[in-house]
């Protein structure tokens, strides 16, 4: 199965949303979105491509508030991923969202700081994404696709 991880879209018009990520996303069968997707619409246009899971930014408006918890986990095989925004500052940002799941967990998703990242600390997957809007100090705009194979969890950042 091949999921498409999104952060940090900041933006508020869905078919500006579609257009950016169906390209990068085009043939994922499940989109995560740890946080600050900021409008509603943004869901259901992400929705389009395929079904979507997602937790709350600090960004984030009301109705996304609404709508998705801060913090998940979702089992998808036999993994277990676990999805938050993160928050503070982005030294130890990693070790944060780290500490919000159990030692059990196979990956962590997350965003907050923008900065694209995937490496592996205690046998966990750490996912950030990026952002496919804003880059901030990163080298480039980003989102991630994420294979969950028999053999275990491989994550690659893809540039936009």
């Not at 199965?1 to 498409?4: E, P, Q, V």
């Given at each position: 199965?091949?999921?498409?991880i999104v952060s940090d879209t900041h933006l508020h018009c869905s078919e500006e949303a579609h257009q950016l990520l169906r390209g990068p996303l085009q043939g994922v069968e499940l989109i995560l979105h740890a946080g600050d997707v900021v409008a509603a619409e943004v869901i259901d246009a992400l929705d389009r491509i395929a079904p979507v899971r997602g937790v709350?930014?600090?960004?984030?408006?009301?109705?996304?508030?609404?709508?998705?918890?801060?913090?998940?986990?979702?089992?998808?095989?036999?993994?277990?991923?676990?999805?938050?925004?993160?928050?503070?500052?982005?030294q130890g940002l990693e070790q944060r969202v780290l500490r919000e799941f159990s030692p059990a967990i196979d990956a962590v998703v997350f965003g907050h700081s923008h900065q694209p990242l995937v490496v592996r600390q205690c046998n966990i997957l750490l996912i950030n994404p990026g952002s496919p809007t804003d880059r901030r100090f990163a080298p480039c705009h980003s989102v991630a696709l994420l294979d969950?194979?028999?053999?275990?969890?491989?994550?690659r950042l893809i540039r936009i």
């Open positions: 199965m091949r999921i498409g709350a930014g600090n960004m984030d408006l009301p109705e996304v508030r609404r709508r998705w918890p801060e913090k998940q986990e979702i089992t998808v095989g036999a993994y277990r991923i676990g999805l938050i925004h993160g928050s503070g500052p982005p969950v194979e028999p053999g275990g969890l491989r994550a």
